[in-house]
């Protein structure tokens, strides 16, 4: 093979984790469509919390950005990860039966990590780690 052809070969791969990630936060969002509205609302409505609506985006450009440098290894799925989302499903879940926004506001964005995780290894959540963690400023911790 070569070297124009592993770079582009190197290039699809990495622009597939990109858009299997920005599928996941769709289908994340549209799995928990209640509590993500609930987050939208709040962003929309209280002027503490309307930087919310920019997170998705410069997470997602973000982790476009760490494209240009991130080396692929044989991803190695980990089941660490399938155990973060049951139980970030579940904390959801307990959550939204007692009407504690906070935990199911907290597990939803927690579920993109634990996915990335369980589907592409630590190497890869590594990598990503910066726009992942700034994930986690969409979930207000107070209201006022």
């Known amino acids: 093979m070569t070297t124009m052809n592993r770079t582009f070969a190197s290039k699809f791969i990495k622009q597939g984790v990109v858009f299997e ?43 476009w950005q760490r494209c240009k440098y991130l080396q692929l290894p044989a991803t190695k799925p980990n089941l660490i990860g399938l155990v973060a989302i049951l139980f970030f499903g579940f904390m959801w879940l307990c959550g939204n039966l007692v009407k504690i926004n906070l935990i199911s506001h907290f597990s939803i964005v927690a579920l993109v990590p634990s996915y990335v995780l369980f589907r592409f290894g630590f190497t890869i959540l590594n990598q990503f780690k910066g726009p ?11 209201t006022f």
């Open 21 to 63: 990630l920005i599928l996941l936060t769709i289908m994340i969002v549209v799995a928990y469509a209640n509590t993500s509205f609930a987050i939208y609302e709040l962003w929309t409505t209280s002027e503490t919390y309307s930087h919310g609506i920019l997170i998705i985006p410069m997470s997602i450009y973000l982790i």
């Open 132 to 142: 992942l963690l700034f994930l986690f400023l969409l979930s207000p911790l107070v």
